[in-house]
């Protein structure tokens, strides 16, 4: 059965190769799992909350229309929790668009969010209508979303993939082809150009990499071998994260506690600006996951 609909969750099976499967939470409309030959590509934290009492720790966790907390105190943004709603927001799930590549739809407007949370959003007076697209093939999965403005008036958003990888070893991994880039190190507090022709980790890690440029492939790379690829579409921003001994001990949903030495986020968004979206208009965002590949250098691409 390529599309099995759980009261809960959604599962998606490649009708070529029933061994490459993708599991979706209807809350959160988060990807929780990604097996491809059986072997899962995706972290999901042993304490994750899919009950919906709270957004779900691993997996692809979805971030609007604020990413992170709101400083400014004008912003309609501003009384939002950290990521917003969405991904603690129950999506339907609208069913299969496609048969090959395997690719089922979920949405969420303003009657699925809670009235009280909506509120917290510009008083309430936007509206707005999301489609998150999850497409399955044989080494890809694909996650779109589409962002229309069905309401009067314009509001301003950030989107995020908040993608958390399986990873064997955070310390024999590293991120290549963001040299060049400007990025926003929030645990030092500083905004500098990267020079690492690759990253690689041996301590608590949070950056924003800003405008990266979508013909730049973000690989994640371990012992010399490609694990994944990550291409973006209209997404020009990749938040790189790991949260490293003592942040993972402080939340209280990851486990084990060790869990960082096997996760690490890399994550497509639109996020250190925002987007404008006029009323009646439409915005679409696309992650692009493939798994292997040969190591591709790609230094200066303006």
Partial sequence: ?????????????????????????????TVISWKNQSQEKLWLSEGAHLDGSKPVRGGIPLVFPVFGKQSDETHPTFKLPQHGFVRNSTWEFLGQTSENPITVQFGLGKENVDPEAYKLWGEGKYDVTLILTVSLTKDKL???????????????FNWLF??????????????NNLIDHQVVDKVLGEEYVEKAPAIGFHEEFDRVYKDVHEDKTLQIIELGKVLVNVDRENLP???????????????????????????LCVEPGHVSSMVDLKPGAKWTGSQILTLGGEIKIQANIY
């Fill in 237 to 263: 921003d990749a938040v790189v994260w790991n949260p490293w001994i003592n942040k993972s001990a402080g939340m209280a949903d990851f486990t084990p506690k060790d869990g960082w030495k096997n996760m």
């Fill in 162 to 175: 908040h993608t958390y990888f399986k990873i064997p070893d955070i310390t024999d991994t590293l991120v």
């Fill in 1 to 29: 059965m390529p599309v099995e609909e759980l009261e809960d969750r959604v599962i998606i099976t490649d009708p070529i190769d029933p061994t490459n499967t993708a599991t979706i939470l209807k809350y959160g409309a």
């Fill in 142 to 156: 694909v996650t779109s979303i589409d962002v229309e403005n069905t309401g009067k008036d314009a509001f301003e």
